[in-house]
């Protein structure tokens, strides 16, 4: 293992990885700014789609280009090295896609050929595998078309983030792989040439698919030729630059059997692919005030239930802690007050503080805008398994009860301790 500040000081790129809710996002920001002010020219991105960096980061958005951070707001004393910089990204798939054929393309006529084509258009966005793929470019333009000492990644969570770096394998692969080629036929004026086994294949591929959404695709890989060898080049820098040990793997976990076990689970898959784990940091650890086990210190804070009066006096010396604000709407949802609750909470952005705000509405009667509100927090974090849950019940109550079902398999799939909802689910199950 090696210490966080010799990667920050030593390495080039530096992938924060772990499952989701550890962590990893802040972890990322920590580094790219602790490098910033040691004096280095670092950047960090972020390949997940929520917006959790630019939360992280005090801004209000993020943008697919670096953009660089002013320097008061990460050193607001004065005391870091002169010549740091900080910059932040958020990985853009259409975009960076889009950027990606206007840079390559051989001319504008090419460029704009693909750029039009239905099937282009497509797959740029919602095909399988694309984010992952564009990330992977990503990753190569800031190592290469800028001059950043150091790149900072915060991937998705961890199964995930396996298919990010198994990305420049995985294209290789598919630009050399027979069905390519056959697909590519008719660009290289090789279709008549081609056996008759290829041509029954191509028209069974029509009947199954459709003829125009064969000649569309037909038509892009027609404008697509001869940018190929490009992907394929640079797919091999960023898997010798994954390799390298310039490059760093950081494991984020939190205290729980399920992060751990999804690190332990990472770790042997980098393994199988020569490469190690260079520093492991677990978040969540709180200091010990006492000898006794930490079972019975657990029991005895359940015993301390905060009183309403007891927060609102805490917030009165700190109005702005996020954490309060969530603690004081949890108070007076248990006390029965969920408009209070709603007032408490409904400014807060945080992920926490929007899904207790569903569950006010929920108490409230208005089952209908916490179901909104929680899909709204599941789409820029759908590894929230208090949010699955809350989903779960609110679905319940709408007597939604498939939804509902499907709601807690895939909060424990997150969180295999959740307890709430294997009751709840099967409670549902024998009710059937």
């Known amino acids: 293992m090696t210490a966080p500040a010799e990667l920050v000081a030593r390495r080039h790129v530096v992938l924060c990885c772990g499952t989701g809710g550890v962590g990893k996002t802040t972890t990322a920001a920590t580094f790219a700014i602790e490098g910033a002010r040691r004096g280095r020219n670092a950047v960090v991105v972020t390949i997940d789609p929520a917006k959790r960096l630019a939360n992280t980061l005090g801004l209000e958005t993020l943008s697919n280009s670096a953009h660089e951070i002013a320097r008061e707001r990460w050193d607001p004393d004065g005391s870091a090295a002169p010549g740091g910089r ?56 800031l190592h290469v078309a800028h001059d950043f000492d150091l790149v900072v990644v915060d991937t998705p969570p961890t199964r995930h983030a396996l298919d990010f770096l198994n990305a420049p394998r995985r294209l290789t692969r598919f630009l050399d792989h027979r069905l390519y080629r056959i697909l590519m036929a008719p660009t290289r004026g090789l279709m008549k040439a081609a056996n008759v086994a290829t041509q029954a294949f191509v028209r069974t591929l029509s009947k199954v698919v459709g003829a125009e959404v064969l000649e569309d695709a037909i038509t892009f890989f027609t404008a697509f030729s001869g940018m190929e060898e490009g992907f394929k080049n640079r797919a091999n820098v960023v898997f010798e630059l994954l390799a390298s040990p310039r490059t760093a793997f950081v494991l984020v976990a939190s205290p729980r059997r399920d ?115 929680l899909r709204e927090v599941l789409a820029e974090n759908p590894d929230y398994a208090l949010a699955r849950i809350n989903l779960g019940i609110t679905q319940e109550a709408l007597g939604n009860k498939a939804d509902a079902i499907a709601a807690y398999e895939q909060a424990i799939l997150i969180q295999p301790d959740a307890s709430e909802a294997r009751r709840r689910l099967n409670a549902l199950r024998q009710a059937r």
Do not use: C, W
């Open 86 to 141: 900080l910059h932040a990204l958020m990985l853009d798939t259409e975009t960076t896609f889009d950027q990606l054929v206007q840079t390559y393309a051989r001319n504008d006529e090419q460029a704009s050929g693909i750029l039009s084509n239905r099937f282009y258009r497509n797959i740029a966005g919602a095909l399988s595998g694309t984010q992952e793929y564009m990330a992977m470019e990503k990753l190569y333009e």
């Open 259 to 373: 992060t751990v076990e999804e690190a332990d689970f990472f770790a042997r898959r980098l393994a199988e692919s020569g490469i190690n784990v260079r520093a492991l940091i677990v978040n969540r650890m709180h200091p010990r005030f006492g000898s006794g086990l930490a079972e019975a210190s657990r029991e005895r804070a359940n015993t301390l239930d905060p009183t309403v009066h007891d927060i609102r006096r805490f917030l009165a010396a700190s109005s702005n802690d996020t954490s309060l604000k969530i603690a004081l709407g949890r108070a007076l949802i248990r006390a029965g007050r969920p408009d209070e609750a709603v007032a408490a909470i409904e400014k807060t952005s945080d992920s926490a503080g929007r899904t207790y705000l569903a569950v006010a509405y929920a108490v409230q009667g208005e089952t209908r805008r916490a179901l909104a509100v």
